[in-house]
């Protein structure tokens, strides 16, 4: 496997469920980030880990919990959630959050549906 | 005032034009800039990154920087219709060591 994954890619949810996204990055980065794209709305910004560390909770509600084991992997525990929920979650990682090595490079994606 | 505005389009272009994509922010004193592309239902692909006033090439892309005027542009020479995509604008704000603010994205159509 190369550069970042995510799974699942499609995830159907009732309201009442929990379940658990999975993010993992080969490419030797020390910090990791959860995207939320919904349509016509540009990318929110979710949560920042930096080795291993969060650095950002971007005002996330608490159905939202997001868990970083290591630099390498990242998840985002999701529960009680909201129909409004429903968008794109990304995943994305970067060397470093210090000096100009800003470059983000995201995952495919998980497709999340709430019902 | 958005922080980052681009115009959503759809900007359609004849294959073998110059695509002009163009993107402004509100926080002066931001440093660095990029210029994602994404494909429908895929996920955002970085193509551009430039942190200095002027142009930086490469191959059929340019990115143009000025940070007097608060834009950021993304030129694509010799478009080809593989090139049909949304191109997400984001920058660094200052103060903030990790966070990107993106733009809505321009829906780019190269036609035939």
């Known amino acids: 496997e190369t550069g970042v994954t995510q799974t699942p890619r499609h995830l159907v949810m009732g309201m009442t469920n929990k379940k658990s996204l999975k993010c993992e990055q080969h490419?030797?980065?020390?910090?990791m980030y959860w995207y939320k794209q919904s349509a016509k709305k540009p990318l929110e910004l979710m949560f920042v880990y930096n080795f291993k560390e969060q650095t950002e909770n971007n005002s996330v509600p608490s159905r939202f919990s997001p868990e970083c084991p290591n630099s390498s992997h990242l998840f985002l525990h999701l529960h009680t959630l909201q129909p409004e929920d429903s968008a794109l979650y990304l995943c994305a990682s970067s060397p470093d959050l210090a000096g100009s090595s800003y470059e983000q490079y995201f995952g495919p994606g998980t497709r999340l549906t709430v019902t | 005032q958005k922080e980052v505005e681009q115009n959503s389009g759809p900007l359609s272009v004849p294959e073998g034009a110059i695509a002009s994509l163009n993107c402004t922010y509100s926080d002066r004193g931001s440093q660095s800039f990029f210029w994602y592309r994404q494909y429908s239902g895929k996920s955002p692909e970085l193509i551009m990154s430039i942190y200095s006033n002027g142009d930086k090439e490469d191959g059929r892309f340019t990115a143009q920087l000025n940070k007097a005027s608060q834009y950021v542009s993304l030129l694509i020479r010799d478009s080809q219709p593989s090139d049909s995509a949304t191109y997400l604008c984001a920058v660094n704000p200052p103060g903030t060591a990790s966070k990107l603010t993106f733009g809505t994205g321009t829906r780019l159509q190269v036609t035939l």
């Open positions: 490419l030797g980065h020390n910090a």
